[in-house]
């Protein structure tokens, strides 16, 4: 039992215990938080090469003081790290992130573009509900491992127990104020945000090309929308 919650799957038991450990970090310990799912992590190191910058750092710290810490530290290196290799890429195109919640790694996304887009003219596109997670399909128990779905209907059932809405939910006045304060006086037209649910919104949208997505839709369904 975890806040008063019985989580059945055991196995993201300590998963779980590192989300709440980095809700509550500051910046500098954050880094050291261990990241429940290493995954991210390229086979080449060779890629690896220009990614720990000081700019690259500021980035990701600037990101971590401005929203929560659903999207570890370790993570957020890794977009930013992969943005601008994306922005370095002989190849044209916007950059895109679908599911946003707080903006921690839209910070990310929109300052390492402002700081790497040698075009300077790259728009960075948002989509998401801001009304939180959508109901679970059933591709969604099936598809998701690694506890992921556990993990998930654990924060959902932490949610209803506080008396709160859908699972991860942030208006998007809030993400804006993020945005404004991590950001400062950025261009804004380069930042084009979409509410809505993803099979509503993203067949609508007007991207043409993309220099790199970032999906973000936590279950299985909004992720394949996306793609």
């Known amino acids: ?13 300590a998963e779980l215990q590192v989300y709440e450990k980095s809700q509550s970090a500051v910046p500098h310990e954050a880094e050291n938080i261990a990241d429940p799912y290493p995954c991210w992590k390229p086979k ?5 090469e220009g990614f720990d910058s000081k700019v690259v750092t500021h980035i990701v710290n600037n990101a971590q003081a401005h929203s929560s810490y659903v999207v570890s530290y370790q993570r957020k290196r890794a977009s930013a790290f992969l943005t601008k290799a ?31 887009d040698q075009c300077k003219n790259r728009k960075l ?3 998401d509900s801001f009304e939180g997670l959508p109901d679970e399909v059933a591709g969604d128990g099936d598809l998701l491992v690694n506890g992921t779905l556990d993990f998930y209907r654990y924060q959902r059932a932490k949610s209803k127990h506080k008396g709160g809405g859908r699972l991860f939910f942030t ?14 006086n950025y261009d804004a037209t380069r930042l084009v945000v ?10 609508a949208s007007t991207v043409e090309k993309i220099s790199f997505l970032r999906l973000d839709g936590d279950l299985y369904d909004s992720t394949w929308q996306a793609l």
């Open 1 to 13: 039992v975890i806040n008063g919650i019985e989580v059945q799957d055991q196995a993201i038991v």
């Open 44 to 48: 080449n190191d060779r890629l690896f």
């Open 86 to 116: 994306a922005l370095h890429l002989p190849t044209e195109g916007d950059v895109v992130e679908t599911g946003c919640y707080q903006g921690g790694s839209t910070i990310v996304l929109m300052q390492t573009m402002l700081e790497f």
């Open 125 to 127: 596109w948002v989509f």
């Open 171 to 184: 208006s998007q006045a809030q993400f804006m104020k993020n945005m404004a304060a991590a950001l400062g």
């Open 194 to 203: 979409t509410k809505g649910w993803f099979n509503e919104t993203l067949r």
